[in-house]
């Protein structure tokens, strides 16, 4: 359990309202105000450094998706076209090449393309080099041995594992190797 959690479990709901609006404001001022490159090393997960500028994405897109997972759980769906959603594209596909390459074990010389359909479109082509190394780019393949596509709401929830491809399968459509799609699916999540 965390520690946050835990400690404001007596407090009431207008007390946790005043805290939010507080933090906000307070942390508004402190991006407003915010001089350093976004280069600088900053203090990031566990003790590690990481730029200022990929803190500052981490931070958007983690905010954004457990918007999305309070949204799921109000049925009320919606801010799925913000700029909160193309920073977690951005970062979702950065954890494509892994997904293809390692975890589903495409094959060396081969090419995988994501068509993704909905408010967030876009088309992408995970590429596997000779030695197995896979690189992500909007060019698209000719001869791709597979093709997945599928709209933004369900890539982005299989990206976040917050479903099993068992429960969107009927939403993906795969083209070309079924087996090399259904292992790149079943491997989907790349967030921790």
Not at 23 to 41: A, G, H, M, V, Y
Not at 101 to 114: E, R, Y
Not at 158 to 164: F, Q, T
């Amino acid at each position: 359990m965390e520690m946050q959690v835990d400690v404001r479990r007596h407090h009431t709901a207008p007390e946790m309202t005043s805290e939010l609006e507080y933090t906000i404001i307070r942390r508004s001022r402190q991006l407003r105000n915010e001089s350093r490159d976004p280069s600088t090393k900053v203090r990031g997960p566990l003790g590690t450094e990481q730029t200022l500028e990929l803190a500052m994405r981490t931070r958007a897109f983690d905010v954004w998706v457990h918007e999305q997972d309070l949204r799921t759980a109000l049925r009320k769906p919606g801010n799925t076209e913000s700029p909160g959603a193309y920073v977690a594209r951005d970062l979702l596909l950065q954890g494509l090449p892994k997904v293809v390459a390692k975890k589903a074990g495409a094959p060396a010389n081969s090419a995988v393309v994501f068509d993704v359909s909905g408010p967030v479109e876009f088309l992408r082509t995970v590429r596997v080099d000779a030695e197995g190394r896979a690189t992500v780019d909007s060019a698209p393949s000719l001869g791709p041995l597979a093709t997945i596509g599928m709209d933004w709401d369900t890539y982005f929830r299989l990206a976040c594992g917050r479903v099993s491809y068992a429960a969107v399968k009927d939403r993906v459509k795969v083209e070309g190797d079924q087996e090399l799609g259904d292992a790149i699916l079943g491997e989907f999540a790349v967030t921790p």
